[in-house]
């Protein structure tokens, strides 16, 4: 039987073991060392050692979003906390379950700005879900407790809990995960069957429907996606996807539309907009994908089911709303519409995918081939040829790349594509990696990346070589910012401001200076043999594929723009965006 | 609306069907917010306000429940519709926040705020300002020979129209609680 009494130190490293967790991504100091005292005298909690807290951070959202699980992150008080805060926010825009431990000044200290000191819970506040500061060692492991349970209840998120240096020392009372208080924190689950009901009807009626789903189908687990599928299949309704949810229904199904949204394909574009009933699955509304809101699809009736009642109503007004999880109203519904017949109108189907399959012969991916130069869009075509059926995981940096991977790279399971969707954050992808491939140390994990973006924390290579993560880093360079100068060109009088890499590193040189493989392509003819070599190669590589560098992502939605006014890759761009749209973002 | 399922308390009663969530109309809203009394409780819900853009008019906090740790922050807000419930929907998300009651929708209610004014005359404006405090229901709970200072109870808009009075005849300070509300009867 354990003692029930032990420093706050010791209960944090007792309520991660009771919480499961397995792995910590964390960076030492001097408000956290009674914690690090207590991970270095135990060997179940495996702590990741990164250069920079943020990249600790990313870590662990690479490890939540690959597993399913919370991820977890250790950091020091002060600038540890302060580093810390771009990942807290781009893991509460993607709704990635995180628990962050930082270290504070002793609780005597506080509010005297000592050394190393920042109102860590004022900071983190707007960023996180939650956040506690700990003043006394016997509200230690129940607050543990309840953050992992704030963490993944309801929508997840990040929670942040700042334990001051006296609170560590201090001895207090242990208590469990079962008797910690999480009761006043339970979120609805199960959706309103009236409302399901009258989801049904539509569904057994409509000539036109697109199902719209996002992360939320990703974060209501593996379940959920398994129902989705049965529910696509079953109506044989067309299916679009967000970034964020790509691989809950697969690549390779037969009602699969691709992307949508702002560089989402023409076919799942043009179905959102020509739709008459769209059913909202776990999205949000975002404003990449709805374009111009006052002529959002404007002829359908819409459903949304969200776990999270403020994101219904807030931007598109919809005709049904569903509050609850994603897996829970999935099986509810499809329970329903089984029991009423499984009806489907299949003359108006019938009817509906014949437009759908004209849109689709326009092709709207396709690009100019080149013998000389890699086109970007090649690159990513032979990185899917060539790792087609292996047990792979890819995150992304944010700009062309990103799109270009979340339009050329096919997603056949959940929980398999990592990347910074609502904050857009550069530098997210090569810790993300190393996150994902701590999670599963026989993968392939490929972080597809730009340049510019992976310049923004590359020291993490250091953690990868460190803990023998083989991650793969393959860097489209096209020497540019390339989304910044595709928006300059397009709207800013082709003034190129600032969008161009000057001073780029010798990513070979680099490579062997980390200690790791450092491969350079530029030549069509010779990527593949490239790209095979860097997947046999057995630990990290970094892969500079030079290419083509004024290449355009298109299809391209213009700000203030609505989904079928798309701007397609051949089309001219002359005059594309209006001066309303410049001032979007 | 059942199915929207904001918590408990704010929309079992919502006349959310009833209004158009399209209309444009700005509407004043009063809400009663319960939570728990912690430590940067309050600051959740101002940071809440002014990182989405939302108005706050007044705004009270105070413990009402001792031994159950629990604080009603009664908050009156103005906005479309559509922000309305989105402000409720957003209150209602965080940790701490149990209940958000809209009581401008929920139902017949009571508003009430204290006010302390002082003014400071002489002569006829002096004793104006008293014969108008006796009008109003203000009491006097300081005297000079110079001064008053009036407290008046009631909703914003008597403290508002007594102000107005008092300001001709010599207003130095105005103080004021803010808003605090409760629904009638005992639902």
Redesign the interface.
Same mark, same amino acid.
């Given at each position: 039987m354990m003692s029930r009494t032990m420093t706050g130190a010791k209960m944090v490293v007792q309520a991660l073991k009771d919480q499961g967790v397995e792995v910590v991504f964390g960076y030492p100091g001097g408000a956290v060392l009674p914690i690090y005292d207590e991970i270095f005298q135990q060997n179940e909690i495996r702590h990741i050692l990164v250069r920079h807290e943020q990249g600790a951070v990313h870590m662990a959202e690479g490890y939540a979003r690959s597993t399913g699980k919370p991820g977890v992150v250790l950091v020091t008080s002060g600038p540890g906390a302060t580093n810390a805060v771009t990942g807290l926010t781009d893991a509460l825009l993607d709704s990635i379950p995180l628990v962050v431990l930082s270290g504070q000044v002793p609780t005597f200290m506080i509010g005297t700005d000592g050394f190393q000191e920042a109102d860590t819970?004022?900071i983190t %506040?707007?960023c996180t879900?939650?956040n506690w500061?700990v003043k006394d060692t016997d509200k230690l492991a129940d607050t543990i407790h309840q953050a992992f349970h704030?963490a993944t209840s309801? %929508?997840p998120g990040p929670v942040l809990i700042d334990i001051p240096k006296d609170v560590q020392f201090a001895t207090g009372t242990y208590i469990q995960a079962r008797e910690a208080r999480t009761a006043?924190?339970q979120p609805?689950v199960k959706?309103?069957l009236?409302?399901i009901t009258r989801l049904v009807e539509l569904i057994e009626t409509a000539e036109r429907p697109v199902f719209y789903t996002g992360g939320g189908v990703i974060n209501s687990g593996v379940g959920a996606s398994q129902l989705l599928r049965e529910l696509v299949d079953a109506t044989g309704f067309p299916i679009t996807s967000t970034l964020m949810g790509l691989g809950a229904y697969p690549a390779s199904g037969k009602s699969w539309l691709g992307m949508l949204g702002m560089h989402g394909l023409y076919e799942a574009n043009l179905a959102m907009h020509g739709c008459d009933l769209m059913i909202n699955i776990g999205a949000r509304f975002d404003d990449r994908i709805t374009g111009r809101i006052a002529d959002f699809s404007p002829r359908s009736k819409k459903a949304h089911i969200d776990i999270?009642?403020?994101s219904?109503?807030?931007v598109i007004?919809v005709d049904?709303?569903?509050?609850g999880d994603v897996g829970h109203v999935l099986e509810d519904l499809l329970k329903v519409w089984k029991a009423r017949g499984r009806k489907v109108n299949k003359d108006g189907l019938a009817r509906w995918w014949t437009q759908i399959e004209e849109w689709k012969a326009r092709k709207c991916l396709t690009y100019k081939p080149s013998d000389t130069a890699i086109k970007p869009q090649y690159a990513l075509e032979r990185l899917e040829a060539l790792t087609r059926g292996r047990d792979r995981y890819i995150t992304t940096e944010v700009g062309q790349h990103q799109m270009w991977a979340a339009q050329f790279l096919h997603f056949d399971a959940p929980n398999r594509w990592m990347t910074s969707g609502g904050l857009g954050t550069m530098g997210y992808g090569l810790p993300a990696s190393i996150g994902v491939q701590i999670a599963h140390p026989d993968a392939l994990v490929i972080n597809v990346a730009g340049e510019a973006s992976w310049l923004m924390n590359m020291q993490e290579m250091g953690t990868a070589m460190q803990f023998r993560a083989p991650v793969k880093q393959f860097i489209l360079n096209n020497e540019r910012l390339g989304m910044v100068r595709q928006w300059q060109q397009l709207l800013h009088g082709e003034r190129y401001s600032h969008s161009w890499s000057e001073s780029l590193p010798d990513f070979v040189k680099l490579a062997e200076a980390f200690g790791c493989k450092g491969i350079r392509c530029e030549d069509p003819a010779k990527l593949d043999d490239a790209i095979q070599e860097m997947l046999d190669y057995d630990g990290p590589v970094i892969f500079d594929c030079l290419v083509e560098r004024h290449e355009n992502c298109f299809p391209m939605i213009p700000s203030g723009k609505p989904h079928n006014e798309m701007l397609l890759g051949d089309a001219s761009t002359e005059g594309a965006i209006q001066a309303g749209g410049a001032v979007l973002v | 609306m059942s199915a929207l399922n904001i918590k408990k308390g704010s929309s079992s009663h919502s006349a959310y069907d009833l209004r158009d969530p399209h209309s444009q109309v700005v509407e004043t809203h009063t809400l009663a917010v319960l939570v728990d009394n912690e430590a940067g409780v309050l600051a959740r819900v101002i940071g809440l306000f002014s990182g989405r853009g939302y108005n706050i008019e007044s705004l009270t906090v105070a413990e009402v429940d001792h031994k159950g740790h629990r604080s009603r922050i009664t908050v009156v807000t103005r906005g479309t519709p559509s922000v309305i419930e989105q402000i409720k929907a957003q209150l209602g998300r965080l940790v701490p926040v149990h209940e958000v009651h809209d009581l401008t929708v929920d139902g017949p209610s009571v508003e009430r705020e204290l006010g302390l004014l002082k003014v400071v005359a002489s002569g006829d404006k002096r004793i104006e300002s008293l014969r108008l405090a006796e009008i109003f229901r203000a009491s006097v709970v300081d005297s000079t020979l110079e001064s008053f200072v009036f407290e008046i109870t009631g909703t914003p808009d008597k403290i508002d129209a007594f102000a107005d009075l008092m300001r001709p005849l010599g207003l130095a300070e105005v103080a004021r609680t803010g808003v605090a509300a409760l629904s009638r009867g005992f639902a």
């Open positions: 819970i004022g %506040r707007p879900k939650h500061l704030v309801g %929508r006043h924190y609805k959706g309103d009236d409302a999270d009642p403020s219904i109503n807030k007004p049904i709303p569903i509050v | -």
